[in-house]
């Protein structure tokens, strides 16, 4: 772990890890634009907003879990866009 200069506090790398990997699936909910409709794309969109949220309001008290929180964010998708293809009859 590195140690912040300023303070003498550690600094977690947990947090990090968690942003890139929200970060890095919002590729997938900018993209599901092509297999469901604006609507649900933007429902996506907002729950993307409020999983970054949760990840800054997480940074500092529960580090780890940030990169819980990056996992889902995939997890999430992958199960919205699936049952949207099965129930609501989205097609490319």
Do not use: K, N
């Amino acid at each position: 772990m590195a140690i912040d200069p300023a303070t003498g506090r550690r600094i977690s790398p947990w947090p990090f890890a968690g942003l890139v990997l929200l970060v890095s699936s919002f590729f997938l909910y900018v993209a599901s634009g092509l297999l469901a409709p604006a609507w649900a794309v933007a429902l996506l969109l907002l729950s993307w907003l409020v999983m970054l949220v949760l990840c800054f309001a997480w940074w500092t008290s529960h580090p780890r879990w940030t990169v819980t929180l990056g996992l889902f964010s995939f997890v999430w998708w992958f199960a919205a866009i699936t049952a949207g293809g099965v129930f609501l009859d989205w097609t490319a």
